[in-house]
């Protein structure tokens, strides 16, 4: 009933910026907490940042606090995540999630999942 599409993603430089997309069907989307996690290969999935429902709280991954900035649009039923000042430990597969409740979405344990957007920092 629900899904979930990332895009946006892609090569950049050390330094630039990349904005992800995630584009969630269903109409209940106001209702879901929103969030981003991402996986380089080998390692574990890691949270991002995540987005609460009305009035938006927001949560951010201490690696990436100050340089990227979560937000949504409940009209257009998508999530966005505004990545500047990028580092090459930046590089993983990012995936976007949503859950009922916030606290459970920032564990990782999250209801629904994209399948993936690939960002490639190169220095």
């Known amino acids: 009933q629900v899904q979930l599409v990332e895009s946006g993603g892609g090569l950049v430089q050390a330094g630039g910026s990349l904005r992800l997309s995630c584009a969630v069907s269903g109409r209940s989307f106001s209702s879901y907490a929103m969030g981003w996690f991402r996986q380089a290969p080998g390692k574990e999935r890691e949270f991002v940042a995540a987005i609460n429902r009305n009035p938006g709280h927001t949560y951010y991954a201490a690696s990436v606090q100050g340089r990227f900035t979560i937000s949504r649009d409940n009209a257009k039923n998508t999530v966005y995540l505004q990545m500047n000042s990028l580092k090459p430990e930046d590089m993983a597969e990012y995936y976007c999630?949503?859950?009922?409740?916030?606290?459970?979405?920032?564990?990782?344990?999250?209801?629904?999942w994209g399948q993936g957007t690939q960002v490639t920092v190169s220095s």
């Open positions: 999630a949503a859950d009922a409740g916030f606290s459970t979405l920032r564990t990782g344990l999250a209801a629904y």
